[in-house]
């Protein structure tokens, strides 16, 4: 299987709360991130959390982290047509800092 | 923040010949660059690291005569691309870091190989 697992699509309403989820394998990761990609365009780092923080909030987006299931979750509070891209979750292992990304979830938002 | 930026956005060529995508951090210096391939719906894939100065390292699998990765200076990394194929057809993206920093992300340059 493969190191950062999650799921291709989400679609929620515009005002709702989105929550994309991942999975990753390796219990030696150091950092833990979201990134964002507007369609043709490079990636944006939303946000990071260290693997021995469980929670970490900024602004309308919460990332959770349950280190003993390797779960980590974005969510995304009252979402908005320009939150629509696809969100890619990405781990860090050791002292590397180069994130090995999941395939990435496309969120959809609609009126 | 810190922009990094790519030229071309995107190219078309023809089979057979070289293409040079160029990597620039803009308004910081860069010690390690990053390209990553993204294949379409895929994930995005290290192909090599480069630290200005020294020889790029490669990951498993991406050929380094084909992909020539050049970081001269500590603001511009290029990858050439060469006599390319349709299956290098793709979406290049560059990274570049300062330190232990965090990567930023070019806005990636589209590949279309005929």
């Known amino acids: 299987g493969e190191d950062v697992e999650q799921s291709l699509f989400l679609s929620v309403r515009e005002g709702d709360s989105s929550v994309i989820n991942c999975t990753y394998t390796d219990s030696s990761s150091t950092y833990l991130y979201w990134y964002k990609q507007e369609p043709g365009a490079g990636l944006q780092l939303l946000t990071y959390?260290?693997?021995?923080?469980d929670m970490k909030q900024d602004q309308r987006l919460t990332v959770l982290l349950n280190k003993k299931d390797k779960h980590l979750s974005l969510r995304i509070a009252d979402t908005q047509t320009g939150d629509s891209a696809i969100y890619f979750c990405?781990?860090?292992?050791?002292?590397?800092?180069?994130?090995?990304f999941g395939r990435g979830t496309s969120l959809i938002v609609h009126p | 923040g810190a922009v990094v930026s790519q030229h071309p956005s995107w190219v078309i060529c023809k089979s057979g010949t070289s293409v040079k995508i160029e990597c620039r951090s803009l308004d910081f210096q860069a010690t390690t660059m990053f390209w990553y391939r993204q294949f379409p719906k895929q994930s995005l894939m290290l192909m090599a690291t480069?630290?200005?100065?020294?020889?790029?390292?490669?990951e498993q699998g991406v050929e380094k005569d084909k992909f020539l990765i050049n970081h001269a200076s500590l603001t511009l990394s290029t990858l050439t691309v060469t006599s390319a194929h349709p299956e290098d057809s793709s979406f290049y993206i560059c990274?570049?870091?300062?330190?232990?920093?965090?990567?930023?992300f070019g806005p990636g340059t589209r590949l279309t190989v005929l």
């Open positions: 990405a781990e860090s292992i050791g002292g590397s800092y180069i994130p090995t």
């Open positions: 480069s630290n200005e100065g020294s020889k790029a390292t490669y």
């Open positions: 990274s570049a870091r300062r330190d232990t920093d965090t990567q930023y």
């Open positions: 959390i260290f693997s021995n923080m």
